[in-house]
């Protein structure tokens, strides 16, 4: 089962605005990271924020985060009609492996 | 360009039957996980291999397999198809956890 959850489950902007994606998570983590996903596809890796870091960029990204919460933002500035995706984040706990919610389709309109 | 190549791109079996599924990388990945992506769903952990070893295994029965080869190539073997194995799977390599994986574009199973 799905153990983090991504809000909103969707999202409409217009071409220049600012996107933000919140995730959420129930366990202790190593780190979270932030996946796009075009139409269906392969997953193309973002950014990676350990558990001891409470910011991080990468060009138009910038990503957030809260242990206390239990949570994390993912914002992207400026968006690109090519930002239409679907994002989901994933951390990692005791075992290295993935666990993802269910994702944000962000649809950004020219 | 992804440098984590799944093979086939899609796939149509019918139910009860067997399927292997296959990624394999240019570099040297030492770690290879796959995931099951139902639509509309976030991908699930269906098992990890580290060095020839899995080291990672989610909540899928044993008719779910793999095998990870000298050259970090990988298989997925399923059998006994049922209608809800109908999914992408997605294979992910890494050398190191801390740096994010590399996906694959995934195959696309159909059970009909």
């Known amino acids: 089962s799905q153990q983090g959850e991504e809000d909103p489950q969707a999202l409409s902007i217009q071409e220049g605005e600012n996107a933000t994606m919140n995730c959420s998570y129930k366990t202790s983590i190593n780190n979270l990271q932030w996946y796009r996903q075009n139409s269906g596809r392969g997953l193309v890796h973002l950014i990676l924020?350990?558990?001891?870091?409470r910011e991080k960029h990468s060009g138009r990204l910038r990503v957030t985060l809260d242990t206390s919460k239990k949570s994390s933002s993912l914002l992207i500035t400026a968006s690109r009609a090519a930002d239409t995706a679907s994002y989901f984040c994933?951390?990692?706990?005791?075992?290295?492996?993935?666990?993802f919610g269910k994702g944000t389709k962000l649809t950004v309109n020219p | 360009e992804t440098g984590v190549t799944q093979s086939p791109t899609h796939l149509i079996k019918t139910r009860g039957q067997q399927v292997t599924l296959r990624c394999s990388s240019q570099s040297g990945h030492n770690t290879v996980s796959w995931y099951q992506q139902a639509l509309g769903q976030g991908p699930q952990f269906i098992f990890q291999?580290?060095?020839?070893?899995?080291?990672g295994r989610g909540n899928f029965p044993p008719r779910f397999s793999g095998l990870q080869f000298p050259n970090y190539s990988s298989e997925l073997n399923v059998n006994a198809l049922e209608l809800d194995d109908s999914a992408l799977y997605l294979c992910?390599?890494?050398?190191?956890?801390?740096?994010?994986?590399?996906f694959g574009s995934g195959t696309r199973l159909t059970v009909v």
């Open positions: 992910a390599m890494n050398r190191d956890y801390a740096y994010g994986y590399t």
């Open positions: 924020i350990r558990s001891n870091e």
């Open positions: 291999y580290y060095r020839e070893e899995e080291n």
């Open positions: 994933a951390y990692q706990g005791g075992s290295e492996k993935l666990v």
